[in-house]
């Protein structure tokens, strides 16, 4: 079975300062990760998607993600926070073989952007 | 332009009702999920169609019905036997083994 950790259900941090969000997976099997964002009462949108070519994946609004196969990691990171970077955040994974193509996802990082 | 169309986007249910919330996709996308989202929780898969006339129970099943009569809708119906319905419900498509889901924006279904 598959699962997702996230640490922290919320980070607060300043404008211009550095996002980090922390996600350990755990798969019997190599693993397809995603990091996802919410806006309030809004869809999930994609921010980007580790699929084994490279290990720093770089998404949308400047996001980037780096797998760690030795620490079963998919931190996200922003190098400075913009105020529309108010979210919540998503981590998910996809076994390899998982039936169905199901995600499963972690409980989510709330962001809050300090002035 | 390509995507998820969740209706309505607020849904009032009172007790002993079934409601069903409908989710179009026009992205020709074989896959199809219902999610339930509470607050301070991830998303909890209810339903999954991989094809038309054929679906999966997910990890909260009880109390929701769906049909897949058509590849490009997946409506979910939440009966009267969920007692605790109040949630923000995701609908979501996929084409591929490791495709990533793209989601509607959802409807908000509250107890009156």
């Known amino acids: 079975a598959q699962s997702v950790t996230q640490l922290g259900s919320h980070v607060s941090v300043s404008e211009g300062a550095l996002v980090l969000l922390r996600c350990n997976y755990s798969?019997?099997?190599?693993?397809?990760l995603f990091w996802y964002v919410q806006y309030p009462n809004q869809g999930l949108q994609l921010l980007l998607k580790?699929?084994?070519?490279?290990?720093l994946v770089k998404g949308i609004n400047g996001f980037e993600a780096e797998f760690k196969k030795s620490e079963t990691s998919f931190h996200l990171t922003k190098p400075s926070a913009h105020m529309s970077d108010a979210a919540e955040y998503f981590c998910?994974?996809?076994?390899?073989?998982?039936?169905?193509?199901?995600?499963?996802f972690g409980g989510g990082t709330r962001v809050l952007v300090k002035p | 332009d390509g995507g998820i169309t969740q209706s309505p986007k607020y849904l009032f249910r009172k007790e002993g009702q079934n409601v069903t919330l409908s989710c179009e996709q026009n992205?020709?996308?074989?896959?199809m999920y219902w999610y339930r989202q509470d607050p301070g929780q991830g998303l909890r898969l209810i339903y999954y169609?991989?094809?038309?006339?054929?679906?999966q129970k997910g990890d909260i099943a009880e109390g929701y019905s769906v049909s897949r009569e058509k590849k490009e809708s997946f409506p979910l119906t939440v009966t009267s036997a969920q007692k605790n319905p109040t949630a923000f419900y995701l609908c979501?498509?996929?084409?591929?083994?490791?495709?990533?889901?793209?989601f509607g924006d959802g409807t908000r279904l509250s107890i009156l």
């Open positions: 580790y699929t084994s070519a490279a290990t």
């Open positions: 992205l020709n996308h074989d896959a």
């Open positions: 798969s019997s099997v190599p693993p397809y």
């Open positions: 979501a498509s996929s084409q591929g083994r490791n495709q990533p889901q793209h």
């Open positions: 169609s991989q094809i038309v006339n054929d679906f």
């Open positions: 998910a994974v996809i076994g390899a073989k998982a039936a169905g193509n199901k995600l499963t």
